[in-house]
């Protein structure tokens, strides 16, 4: 399954139920604001990089660049993906669940 999060974890709990609630072995893709769960250094970026042993986790590029993020603040182990990436993870994973 692919779980995408697309409000910030600093605003709303999306990011952390979805952390809490997904199975090992999903993909999760922060997009939109959730991009910013992404970030190494932030009050957050533990509980993420934590996550990265048990989920695949990906941000989309394009919303980190609109957002003025760099790609190097992008916490170890997360991997960056474009539109066409997106697309293909939800093709893979067949099933998409949008934590809101």
Not at 11 to 37: F, Q, T
Not at 38 to 48: C, N, Y
Not at 69 to 75: H, Q
């Amino acid at each position: 399954m692919l779980h995408t999060v697309n409000k910030s974890p600093f605003e709303r709990n999306a990011l952390d139920s979805c952390l809490r609630l997904a199975a090992p072995g999903s993909a999760i893709l922060l997009i939109e604001d959730g991009v910013y769960g992404a970030l190494a250094g932030t009050a957050q970026s533990a509980k993420v990089e934590a996550a990265t042993r048990t989920h695949d986790i990906y941000v989309l590029g394009p919303d980190l660049k609109a957002r003025g993020l760099e790609e190097t603040r992008v916490i170890g182990g997360i991997k960056v993906v474009d539109y066409g990436g997106f697309v293909d993870l939800a093709v893979a994973k067949r099933t998409v669940n949008s934590w809101l």
